[in-house]
Nanobody, 119 residues
Framework: QVQLVESGGGLVQAGGSLRLSCAAS????????MGWYRQAPGKQRELVAT???????NYADSVKGRFTITRDNAKNTVYLQMNSLKPEDTAVYYC?????????????WGQGTQVTVSS
């Protein structure tokens, strides 16, 4: 059974920092492309950052220079370090894993963790 368990969300003042973690089980983590997405109230879910199995990263323009995605394959965990947080970063943050086997990608999601940034 695949599980992605996020942690690290919470309430922080603008300008502060948080680190989100996503612990994965039931997948071949080392070959998975991992990502963080977020969804604010009344808005569509949007990509925040992704990291490939080889460590290549991609960021939304709105978080470049402030957020950093990393992974620890020994711990089956992906992290999102969020600095200089802004009220517009308030959202539920979701962990995503894409595992491709025999040319078939499979998509998995965590349950989400709330991040609230106060002004």
């Amino acid at each position: 059974q695949v599980q992605l368990v996020e942690s690290g969300g919470g309430l922080v003042q603008a300008g502060g920092s948080l680190r989100l973690s996503c612990a994965a089980s039931g997948i071949r983590f080392s070959i998975a492309a991992m990502g963080w997405y977020r969804q604010a109230p009344g808005k569509q879910r949007e990509l925040v950052a992704t990291i490939t199995s080889g460590g290549g990263t991609n960021y939304a323009d709105s978080v470049k220079g402030r957020f950093t995605i990393t992974r620890d394959n020994a711990k089956n965990t992906v992290y999102l370090q969020m600095n200089s947080l802004k009220p517009e970063d308030t959202a539920v943050y979701y962990c995503n894993a894409v595992v491709t086997l025999f040319s078939r990608p499979r998509d998995y999601w965590g349950q989400g963790t709330q991040v609230t940034v106060s002004s």
